[in-house]
């Protein structure tokens, strides 16, 4: 990212500069860490934070957040140097408001100090902890939801030296606080995984049942002091670039290395299970419920599932961004298709919401211009996002005897992307922690469509069995992927019926 470092830095020292609508709303660097948060990315950046921030202007309380980046080292530094200030930019066609965020008590970088991370997780102050670290750091299978460890979490549940990944950082953290007795404390998962408070559950139950190295009360502890409420996270926020920063330095005068831009809306559901206490959110707009799954499922298959739709469609048509692609020909009609004939079919929705509407806001949003969100970068990690994505919604459909036209062709787009080539030729690339097992079941099993189509289906990671042996579903692909290797995007979709 080239970025001109040219006015003052982001800092304390400035913040009487800024206008008065800029500047955070608490002290920055007065209120105590509550919260430690696991992934730095600027999704958390964007939606957790200025939730917490609000929430303890609001309420009170002493909840600033301990922020805490596994791998990067960029913003643990560019936070550092600007005393853990940030600012969010929402930005529409109507305008832009920028605005500095003091939510962050401080950040740490796991990667080089696991023992300050494990440290943080033990300290009765901390009762919440949240996590965007996306699906695949889980390691979970998502059909079945058993922990796949790869060899850095093998040696993490062996234990014999500090952590590395999530799961191994939360393990021994918890390890740490049942030894010091340090209180309960609330995993909040704020991925875009079905169930993600019964995944993390399950994530942690099974870590402390196959580490070595641990006190054998400690699964009797987990069950009796820990929770890990669901959660339904929502904010369109694309990854930061050189433009971001440039119009954050415009809004506020200074350099934000850290800034982030995303779009006006956001919403945040979360079941209301915090034996440590927790943040204000709902003074900050966010809903406490007692089960976040009917909101869950909302969003995942409509926003997400048609957000993907839309991702591998546009590559595959050469648009660089969202906003772009939702304008090939007949692209939102199908779109809409798909929201009304398969999405609405497949859940009862939240009490009140009607889908086909909250379709028709996701699309709105997806339009908004000012938001450069590229295809390529949802289309990334597709076999950690197509199942609770599309094939839930398959399955559910089917199982209640409904076809699944549309979310056949979804599953058809991201596997003509995953074999690599775009309408006109360019290559596409496949980042996806099951790049290799996909490459390898495609060059064994290419040659026709239908063997494309045989051969990811056999792949039990992505594809749940009763998807996998649907013959109706296997011959919609087959039908929409023949269609779109041959004609192209815009002239399957011109002939979508
Ligand atoms: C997107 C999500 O990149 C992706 O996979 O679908 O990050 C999406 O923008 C968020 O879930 C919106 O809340």
Redesign the pocket.
């Known amino acids: 990212m080239a970025v001109t470092v040219g006015a003052s830095r982001l800092g304390l020292g400035v913040l009487r500069r800024l206008p008065a609508e800029a500047r955070p709303l608490v002290r920055p660097g007065t209120v105590p860490a509550g919260v430690v948060h696991l992934g730095l990315g600027a999704f958390h950046r964007a939606h957790q934070a200025v939730y917490t921030e609000a929430a303890i202007g609001a309420a009170g309380g002493d909840w600033g957040i301990m922020a805490v980046a596994p791998r990067s080292t960029a913003l643990v530094e560019a936070l550092t140097a600007q005393d853990n200030l940030f600012s969010v930019s929402s930005l529409s066609a109507a305008g832009s408001a920028t605005r500095v965020v003091g939510a962050f008590s401080g950040v740490r970088h796991a990667a080089s100090d696991p023992d300050a991370v494990v440290a943080l997780l033990a300290d009765p102050a901390v009762r919440v902890v949240t996590l965007t670290v996306t699906e695949k750091a889980y390691q979970l299978d998502p059909v079945t939801g058993q922990l796949c460890p790869d060899s850095a979490l093998a040696a993490d549940l062996a234990g014999g030296r500090p952590p590395i990944t999530v799961p191994g950082l939360l393990l021994r953290g918890l390890a740490a606080r049942a030894a010091a007795d340090a209180g309960p404390v609330a995993l909040v998962s704020c991925d ?1 995984l079905p169930a993600n408070g019964r995944r993390l559950r399950g994530l942690v139950d099974q870590a402390v049942g196959r580490a070595a190295g641990v006190p054998a009360g400690l699964v009797d502890w987990v069950a009796g002091n820990v929770t890990c409420p669901g959660t339904m ?4 926020v694309p990854a930061t670039t050189a433009e971001t920063i440039d119009s954050a330095r415009r809004a506020l005068g200074v350099t934000d290395l850290a800034a982030v831009a995303a779009e006006p809306y956001a919403q945040w559901v979360i079941e209301d299970d915090f034996p440590g206490g927790r943040p204000g959110w709902e003074h900050a707009g966010a809903v406490l419920t007692g089960d976040a799954g009917p909101w869950e499922r909302l969003k995942l298959r409509t ?2 599932g048609v ?1 993907s739709a839309v991702a591998y469609l546009g590559a595959l048509a050469g648009r660089e961004t969202v906003a772009e692609a939702l304008e090939i020909p007949h692209l939102a009609d199908v779109l809409r298709r798909l929201i009304a004939e398969d999405v609405a079919h497949s859940f009862t929705p939240p009490d009140g919401v009607r889908v086909v509407d909250y379709g028709e806001q996701v699309l709105a949003r997806f339009g908004n211009p000012a938001i450069h969100y590229r295809t390529l ?2 289309a990334t990690d597709g076999s950690q ?1 197509l199942p609770q994505r599309v094939l839930h919604t398959i399955a559910d459909l089917r199982a209640a005897g409904r076809s699944a036209r549309w979310g056949a062709l979804v599953v058809a787009a991201w596997l003509r992307f995953a074999l690599g080539y775009a309408d006109d030729g360019r290559g596409l690339p496949l980042q996806d922690p099951l790049a290799g097992p996909i490459r390898a079941a495609l060059d064994a099993g290419a040659q026709t469509p239908a063997g494309a189509v045989d051969a990811v289906f056999a792949l039990r990671e992505i594809f749940p069995a009763e998807v996998a042996g649907d013959d109706e579903v296997r011959a919609e692909v087959t039908g929409w992927l023949t269609a779109l290797a041959r004609h192209g995007v815009e002239a399957t979709l011109a002939g979508a019926r």
């Open positions: 875009n996270v929502d904010r369109i926003l997400n957000h970068q949802v996002k």
